[in-house]
């Protein structure tokens, strides 16, 4: 008993020693409660959507004013045509176009049926289908209102009434509603976070855990030619994994990409420069390889996971934890990247996201070399 609990106080000398991973090991179980119990939310609130009213009627106005009393709903912007709708739906600015037909407030009148149409980015599966349901619900609470203010009129009761509101749906960019369109672009910015950042993290530690990093501190090497050069082979790794999986996303679930390949190859690019300059500056701060590997899971690979989007809704998110999504550059990419698989989209509509990519890219890199050191 004394020769194992001399064992254990060695031990726990030299856990408590490395201050850092002590640190590390504390703080994980509550960053992971933390991040799961606000991040995770499967309850949809606040659908945005887009109104087309060819109508303007008090009945139309009505039925937006219905729409808007729950929480279910949030009205994105007011268009004058259905092409217009379009435009925001490929943008991503809305999850729907509702279009109300001219004349509803004639056919109501005269007791004929009105058919709505909705317009609805079936990009992510499966918050669509939430949205159709919730529409279905809200737009039969509404019809059962109309039905019973007739059937008050004419005496008899509002059962033996047709409903007045018919709904019909036209799904864009993945009409099957087919999960693996949406989930299958998402995954390259996990890979590229796996190649970028949690390999390069560990590799300046790697060399000093060796013995080998002597040898560079005493060569006549730069800092930045240390780091990038080490970045290089991950980088060509990286951009090769990249190619493969859009084969296998083609070949094996036949997801295809429906705007520019050299687009997409770009926006890949800048990616994957912000995953490597990551993975670079924990690599520069991080003195062991348990510490690089743990700290880079925590702040590039679980966020790119929970907080960017690629599995649960981002407005379902508290605001801090949404404006930390903000500021990860996987909630960017992820967005490019449906983007462009899904709605064919180039550069002008997510312009703004492609210059974030590069100037997280050369920030974070820039500091890597500030605070890389070429000492033992």
């Known amino acids: 008993m004394r020769r194992l609990l001399a064992i254990s106080r060695k031990e726990w000398l030299q856990i408590r020693r490395d201050a850092r991973t002590l640190g590390v090991i504390l703080v994980l179980p509550v960053f992971l409660l933390v991040l799961n119990g606000y991040a995770i939310n499967f309850d949809l609130r606040h659908l945005r959507f887009a109104l087309c009213d060819l109508d303007g009627s008090a009945a139309s106005r009505a039925l937006r004013e219905s729409l808007l009393h729950t929480e279910l709903f949030s009205l994105a912007a007011t268009v004058p045509t259905v092409e217009a709708g379009e435009k925001l739906l490929q943008r991503g600015e809305c999850l ?8 509803m407030e004639a056919d109501l009148a005269h007791g004929r049926a009105v058919t709505l149409q909705m317009l609805v980015d079936g990009s992510d599966s499966n918050t669509a289908s939430v949205a159709r349901g919730y529409m279905d619900g809200a737009l039969r609470t509404f019809a059962e209102r109309l039905q019973a203010d007739a059937a008050q009129r004419r005496g008899i009761r509002w059962s033996a009434l047709q409903s007045p509101i018919r709904i019909e749906r ?5 009409a099957a509603l087919d999960s693996r369109q949406f989930m299958v672009p998402g995954l390259f910015a996990v890979i590229m976070i796996i190649l970028g950042a949690l390999l390069t993290a560990t590799s300046v530690v790697r060399e000093r855990e060796r013995g080998s990093f002597e040898a560079l501190a005493a060569s006549p090497v730069r800092t930045w030619e240390i780091l990038v050069g080490k970045a290089l082979p991950y980088a060509v790794i990286a951009i090769v994994a990249a190619l493969i999986a859009v084969a296998a996303a083609a070949l094996a679930f036949h997801v295809y990409i429906a705007g520019s390949f050299v687009f997409f190859l770009l926006a890949t690019l800048l990616f994957l420069g912000c995953a490597l300059a990551m993975g670079l500056l924990i690599s520069a701060l991080a003195r062991t390889q348990q510490v690089a590997l743990t700290a880079a899971i925590l702040t590039t690979f ?13 407005r379902n ?24 698989y899904l709605k ?11 210059v974030y990519l590069l100037g997280f890219a050369l920030i974070v890199t820039a500091l890597s070399v500030r605070r890389f050191r070429k000492e033992l």
């Open 96 to 103: 729907f176009v509702l279009v109300i037909p001219p004349g």
């Open 170 to 174: 036209r799904f864009l960019y993945n």
């Open 344 to 354: 064919g989209i180039g550069p002008e509509p997510v312009w703004w996201r492609l």
């Open 317 to 340: 998110m508290p605001p801090v934890l949404q404006a930390i999504a903000a500021v990860i550059p996987a909630t960017h990419f992820l967005v490019i990247c449906r983007g462009i």
């Open 302 to 314: 679980l966020p790119a996971l929970l907080l960017s989007g690629f599995a649960f809704p981002i």
